[in-house]
């Protein structure tokens, strides 16, 4: 059977991360930020359980997955705006309190490394780079377009089977470049790694065998790729563009 298809389950790993579970004083969801959110409360009062290789939560704007993975990042010790554990710049600080509030359960033996890729903060993080460089010749970020320094940082970091935490990584990407990204995404699963990825990508959910955890006013619930509600607007778009456009022009 090719290896690209093989069930998660027949694939050997100690993953990074076992389970996400709140702290002893972690507060009640309630109705302030972020603890109203659905999604977030679900979380708080339940926890949340990661399969090895790729999790992906996918969700409108303010569902709450890039809180989810940026409290995740933080609690697993990674950069709050991106890197990995050693990465130390700071623009302004808008994290969430999240990551106080959650206690990370973590596979015996397993590795340590991890990435946090936030695609607003790689500016900062890219600085960083040149003025710090762990990498000898080390890319020349600043000189190349947002989408091929992001390509060049997934040839650079993700290179190992960590824990990587993604918030949006489609953002930088064209089409075929999206698809480098899900062949690098598959390359850290068979190698043990684990993946938890924000995204509003109907082509990156698509990567076969990864988890799909549908975030909205429900909470988190798993879906098949077909059944998410992203993968139908956007058939039903591409199908027929002017039964949206229409409504939005007139």
Same mark, same amino acid.
């Given at each position: 059977?090719? &290896? =690209?298809?093989?069930? @998660?389950?027949?694939r050997?790993r100690?993953?990074?991360? $076992?389970a996400?579970?709140?702290?002893?004083?972690? &507060?009640a969801?309630?109705?302030?930020?972020?603890?109203?959110? &659905?999604?977030v409360?679900?979380?708080? @009062?339940?926890?949340?359980?990661?399969d090895?290789?790729?999790t992906?939560?996918?969700?409108?704007?303010?569902?709450?997955?890039?809180? $989810?993975?940026?409290?995740?990042? +933080?609690?697993?010790?990674? #950069?709050p705006?991106?890197?990995s554990?050693q990465a130390?710049?700071?623009?302004r600080?808008?994290e969430?309190?999240? !990551?106080?509030?959650?206690?990370?359960?973590?596979?015996?033996?397993?590795?340590?490394?991890? =990435?946090?890729l @936030?695609?607003?903060?790689?500016? #900062?993080?890219?600085?960083?780079?040149?003025?710090?460089?762990?990498?000898?010749p080390?890319?020349?970020?600043?000189?190349? !377009?947002?989408?091929?320094?992001?390509?060049?940082?997934?040839?650079?970091?993700?290179?190992?089977?960590?824990?990587?935490?993604?918030?949006?990584?489609?953002?930088?990407? #064209? =089409?075929?470049?999206?698809?480098?990204? $899900?062949?690098?995404?598959?390359? +850290?699963?068979?190698?043990?790694?684990?993946?938890?990825?924000?995204?509003?990508?109907?082509v990156?959910?698509?990567?076969?065998?990864?988890?799909?955890?549908?975030v909205?006013e429900?909470?988190?619930?798993?879906?098949e790729w077909?059944?998410?509600?992203?993968?139908?607007h956007?058939?039903?778009?591409?199908?027929?563009?002017? @039964?949206?456009?229409?409504?939005?022009?007139?």
């Amino acid at each position: 059977m090719d &290896p =690209f298809w093989e069930p @998660r389950s027949r694939r050997r790993r100690q993953q990074p991360i $076992i389970a996400v579970h709140p702290a002893d004083d972690a &507060p009640a969801p309630s109705a302030e930020w972020p603890a109203g959110i &659905p999604a977030v409360a679900q979380v708080l @009062r339940e926890g949340l359980d990661l399969d090895p290789g790729v999790t992906f939560l996918v969700g409108e704007n303010g569902s709450g997955k890039s809180t $989810i993975v940026e409290g995740v990042a +933080i609690a697993y010790g990674l #950069s709050p705006e991106g890197g990995s554990r050693q990465a130390r710049h700071r623009t302004r600080a808008s994290e969430s309190p999240l !990551s106080d509030w959650l206690r990370i359960q973590r596979g015996v033996g397993a590795s340590s490394w991890g =990435f946090f890729l @936030r695609a607003e903060t790689m500016h #900062s993080f890219y600085t960083y780079l040149e003025e710090n460089p762990t990498k000898a010749p080390e890319p020349r970020y600043h000189e190349m !377009s947002h989408g091929e320094s992001f390509l060049a940082l997934l040839e650079t970091r993700f290179d190992d089977p960590g824990f990587y935490c993604l918030d949006e990584p489609e953002a930088a990407l #064209s =089409f075929s470049s999206t698809l480098s990204l $899900i062949a690098v995404l598959h390359r +850290i699963s068979d190698e043990g790694g684990q993946v938890l990825c924000a995204t509003h990508s109907p082509v990156l959910a698509a990567l076969p065998g990864a988890r799909i955890l549908e975030v909205g006013e429900w909470g988190l619930r798993p879906v098949e790729w077909q059944e998410l509600q992203l993968v139908q607007h956007w058939r039903s778009f591409l199908d027929a563009p002017s @039964r949206y456009t229409r409504h939005l022009l007139d």
